[in-house]
């Protein structure tokens, strides 16, 4: 099976960075990549020009962080499966999470998320981020987990194996 290692050229590995400034161990093998969270994860400004996709992951987890997390350079991620700044910031709010929106940023207010039917706006990405908070928050349902489909058909089966230590 082919995975995603150190020496990948994908740039959305830049998430990485961001998450090891957040207080996440990361550990970058040749095809292994381990990601093990904090008991409390560090407030970012983060510049994400050159890795819009993996934007939505970062507003989903941010509600965790100990202070505002605010995500940079975003514009360009308006015209993709979905509007993803406005459907991220949508959902957060539905599930009581305070968000600040601009055209080019959103910054996420930390606080506890309620149980809430995600919308996924037909976008993989919507549906894989937001199904990160259902690992944290019981009463997390996403609405249309197929649309997962498109990259990733496994994505929830995948999801479901890993070992949340808390």
Not at 28 to 45: C, M, N, S, W
Not at 91 to 99: F, Q
Not at 104 to 133: C, E, K, Q, W
Request: hydrophobic share 40%.
């Amino acid at each position: 099976m082919h995975r995603l290692g150190r020496d990948s050229a994908q740039g959305d590995l830049g998430l990485l960075d961001v998450l090891e400034r957040m207080g996440c161990t990361v550990s970058r093998e040749r095809d292994v990549i381990d990601v093990r969270g904090p008991e409390q994860l560090r407030a970012v400004d983060a510049d994400f020009t050159r890795m819009g996709d993996v934007a939505t992951t970062l507003m989903a987890i941010a509600p965790f962080a100990d202070g505002p997390v605010t995500v940079r350079g975003i514009a360009q991620t308006h015209f993709e499966e979905s509007d993803r700044p406005v459907a991220a910031a949508t959902e957060l709010r539905r599930m009581g999470v305070s968000v600040d929106s601009g055209w080019d940023s959103v910054t996420v207010h930390p606080g506890p998320p309620r149980p809430t039917v995600v919308n996924t706006y037909d976008d993989h990405r919507i549906a894989m981020s937001f199904a990160l908070v259902g690992l944290r928050v019981p009463g997390i349902t996403i609405a249309d987990p197929g649309c997962v489909a498109k990259t990733f058909p496994s994505f929830f089966q995948e999801l479901g194996r890993l070992a949340v230590v808390s």
